[in-house]
């Protein structure tokens, strides 16, 4: 009897065991998913403050870990995100002007060569902003030198939407084309982007702490 009732046993309580592993922790995954509930509803409360809101929400919600419902890091990842596409619409608007054909349209192609410079100018703006942002309260913890420092991301941000917006302008002279359309579209995505940037960097200055 006992021979035969062993293995019953040990197969028992290999799958009592095994039953144990699988069970899910209820507990950590509730927290888990709380805490990413509050920050991505802090994320679309902040986004609210802007001129395209779900644009917002839906460009920085997928950095919900590293907000962490913080104001501050919340509106330095904005302006990274806008840095990012910045570049990358720089770098687009470079190869359009060396494929552009100046004997077929001067007009648009003196437009992408303008665009060019002032989306490079955009580019550098943006990324003083991300290092003032980055650097914030290193030179000092002081409320006038918080000010200082913020009022340095709110000029050069600004500085970049009006570059961008200049980039767009100067099409308006030019014919409609295929290449009008693709440049202006594209890059009005990046100037939402930049605006939504400077609304949340405005919100920070205004509410933030030194």
């Known amino acids: 009897m006992k021979t035969t009732q062993r293995p ?23 927290y888990s998913d709380h805490t990413e509930t509050n920050v991505n509803d802090f994320i679309r409360t902040s ?17 919900s870990n590293a907000v962490q419902q913080n104001p501050a890091q919340l509106a330095r990842i904005a302006i990274a995100v806008s840095l990012s596409k910045a570049r990358h619409m720089t770098s687009y608007v470079s190869n359009l002007t060396r494929q552009a054909d100046y004997r077929a349209n001067s007009r648009a192609t003196s437009a992408l060569h303008d665009c060019f410079s002032n989306l490079g100018d955009a ?16 030179a000092g913890a002081g409320a006038e030198s918080f000010r200082f420092q913020m009022s340095n991301v709110q ?52 509410n933030g702490t030194p």
């Open 8 to 30: 019953f046993f040990l197969l028992t309580l290999f799958s009592a065991t095994l039953l144990c592993h699988l069970q899910p922790i209820p507990a950590v995954r509730t």
């Open 155 to 206: 000029t050069w941000m600004s500085a970049a939407l009006t570059d961008e917006e200049t980039c767009t302008d100067g099409f308006e002279d030019v014919p409609e084309g295929t290449v009008k359309v693709d440049v202006c579209d594209r890059v009005t995505k990046v100037k939402k982007l930049t605006s939504n940037a400077l609304a949340l960097v405005n919100s920070f200055a205004a």
């Open 47 to 63: 986004c609210g403050t802007t001129l395209y809101p779900d644009l917002c929400y839906n460009s920085l919600s997928r950095y």
């Open 123 to 138: 580019v550098d703006e943006i990324r003083g902003s991300l290092k003032q942002m980055r650097q914030l309260g290193a």
